[in-house]
């Protein structure tokens, strides 16, 4: 159980245009989703957390109009890249936890998408 | 920041037990320390977590120190396809749902054949 699912797993854009990254929670309701940006060789670093029915929280440095996150039902949670750079190429990672758990319990990690932006 | 300090890198050879310590010196005495490993360009997996007793279940143990300030995970019988990187992580608590998870650097584990 407590699998989470990206979609898609890669995607190729061109300079300018909007990309939009799923993430589900196939088998829990997940009040909570984090996203992940990794760039080569370097560690997973924390975007924004999305909780359902309210705003994202970003993280410090994170543009808000350009990494749109709408976290729409107990199961979905979406980031879209807006106006894409090659600079925002990159491995993103969503993860979800359950809903009615906290720090106690594990974070349930999708297996990521990675952008590649020409 | 993270909260926690790894070793970079680690070799291990395939049998025999891997050990990675992670230091957590700054734990705060309700954070739990969880474990990840990530395996080149998929998602980290969840491995293990404990608050101050050891913990194993099928995949690790995770011992940690009287005063908390230190772990260890241990993969008993290595395989090759324990080479990942693996992330000692301090779950920071909060009164909210926005208790996070922040990566560190995390260690390069190679089981060598």
């Known amino acids: 159980g407590a699998v989470v699912s990206q979609h898609p797993s890669r995607v190729i854009c061109k300079s300018g245009t909007s990309v939009k990254i799923e993430c589900r929670s196939l088998?829990?309701?997940?009040?909570?989703m984090f996203w992940y940006r990794q760039f080569p060789k370097q560690s997973l670093m924390l975007m924004a957390t999305?909780?359902?029915?309210?705003?994202?929280?970003?993280e410090q440095g994170v543009e808000k109009d350009k990494f749109l996150i709408n976290h729409a039902s107990l199961t979905l949670s979406t980031l879209t890249v807006t106006s894409a750079h090659p600079e925002d190429s990159s491995f993103y990672i969503c993860?979800?936890?359950?809903?009615?758990?906290?720090?106690?319990?594990?974070?349930?990690f999708g297996n990521g998408t990675r952008l590649t932006v020409t | 920041d993270a909260k926690t300090t790894q070793p970079p890198s680690m070799d291990c050879a395939e049998g025999r037990a891997a050990n990675l310590p992670c230091n957590h010196s700054t734990i705060s005495g309700n954070e739990y320390v969880y474990w990840y490993r990530q395996i080149h360009s998929q998602g980290p997996q969840y491995i293990i977590h404990g608050l101050k007793n050891n913990e194993t279940n099928e995949m690790a143990s995770l011992i940690i120190t009287e005063d908390r300030k230190s772990s260890t995970l241990i993969l008993p019988h290595a395989t090759l396809r324990d080479t990942a990187v693996y992330y000692c992580?301090?779950?920071?608590?909060?009164?909210?749902?926005?208790?996070?998870?922040?990566f560190g650097k995390g260690t390069r584990l190679h089981i060598l054949p």
């Open positions: 993860s979800a936890q359950k809903a009615g758990q906290t720090y106690n319990s594990p974070l349930h």
């Open positions: 992580i301090v779950r920071v608590a909060r009164a909210n749902r926005d208790d996070k998870i922040i």
């Open positions: 088998d829990f309701q997940a009040t909570t």
């Open positions: 999305s909780n359902e029915g309210s705003k994202a929280t970003y």
